[in-house]
């Protein structure tokens, strides 16, 4: 039973790099909201009705519910590292242009220079 | 008419920047440096020497300071070509000039240095093994044969810079360019460059370490 695992081990992998490449949207703003609430149900759960983990992770050939819960931890702790990685990377990209054009319009010219006539400089 | 501007990143280089500063208008007239907050005087001593200062208002990185000076030198309708220029004063003047030249009248829209076409550069075994290594990297990524991948001086057509884009903010960015160049297709030469490591130049060397940094930020853009 444990191929099932590594099956879902595999796409909870892929999926974080999927978010990795792709950039961030709406839709995938949604998509990380959806599995962060199905996250918290199952967490909730795990404190509640823990007899149904062990059940979960019995069938899933792992062991102890416990188990399983931290596998999952392990995975949504990836998803988590990838997607913030790439937000911060978004964040970087904007800064740099914002900078970037605050610099510019600031630019400091040499005085008296290139002043052989007065439309050589264009800017 | 062709103009030539040559962009200079510095970050704190006040000791050298203006006698290279001097040197470039005196053989090109235009000069930008892009200042990418350096907590020293060098935006005053590039000023000062005549070259167009633009000052970033917090630390970027190189890759950043490069394109901030290409958006610049883009603004002036009669750029024809760009030469970058390390503001360290580890490149020579006369293999700037004769890089324009091949530009100009060789029909080439990409000209960049390399330390191992000739004997003049002296290098450390370690630092030749890691330019040789990244050079055969960059062969393998981009298909472009090349002797020597992290050259400071090159001379971009405005074509060429046109069609380009650096996003790579910190020291990944020469490999990012490499790509960038290649991907244009445009006719592309190495020309041999004197590399003079002088104890200033080498103090502010990257250390191999980095090559880590390098690799990560590029296989996860």
């Known amino acids: 039973m444990t191929i099932i695992l590594q099956i879902a081990t595999v796409v909870v992998i892929s999926a974080a790099g999927f978010f990795l490449v792709r950039s961030s949207g709406a839709r995938h703003q949604a998509i990380r909201r959806v599995l962060l609430l199905l996250f918290v149900i199952a967490a909730a759960s795990s404190v509640f009705v823990p007899e149904l983990w062990g059940r979960a992770a019995t069938f899933l050939g792992i062991g102890r519910g416990t188990d399983l819960l931290l596998y999952l931890l392990v995975l949504v702790f990836l998803a988590f590292v990838a997607t913030t990685y790439r937000r911060f990377r978004h964040l970087e990209t904007q800064n740099t242009e914002l900078a970037r054009a605050l610099a510019i319009l600031q630019v400091k010219e040499p005085t008296g220079a290139h002043g052989t006539s007065g439309s050589t400089d264009a800017h | ?221």
């Open chain 2, 1 to 221: 008419m062709s103009r030539t501007w040559v962009v200079v990143p510095m970050y704190n280089e006040a000791a050298v920047v203006g006698g290279v500063v001097r040197d470039l208008v005196a053989e090109f007239g235009y000069v930008v440096c892009v200042d990418d907050g350096s907590s020293d005087h060098s935006a005053q001593a590039a000023l000062e020497a005549g070259a167009h200062v633009i000052i970033h208002p917090i630390n970027l990185g190189q890759g950043a300071s490069l394109q901030t000076g290409i958006d610049y030198a883009l603004l002036d309708p009669e750029m024809t070509e760009v030469l970058t220029f390390d503001a360290d004063g580890q490149h020579q003047i006369d293999d700037a000039r004769a890089m324009v030249g091949r530009v100009r009248n060789g029909n080439l829209a990409i000209v960049t240095g390399s330390r191992f076409l000739d004997e003049r550069t002296q290098l450390g075994f370690l630092k030749r093994v890691t330019l040789r290594t990244a050079a055969r990297v960059s062969r393998l990524t981009t298909g472009k044969s090349l002797t020597d991948a992290h050259n400071g001086l090159r001379v971009l057509r405005r074509d060429v810079l046109e069609r380009i884009r650096i996003t790579q903010n910190r020291m990944a960015h020469a490999s990012e360019l490499v790509d960038l160049l290649a991907d244009t297709g445009l006719p592309w030469e190495e020309h041999p460059t004197h590399i003079v490591y002088t104890d200033y130049s080498r103090s502010k060397g990257q250390s191999l370490l980095n090559g880590v940094n390098i690799l990560v930020d590029l296989l996860f853009k």
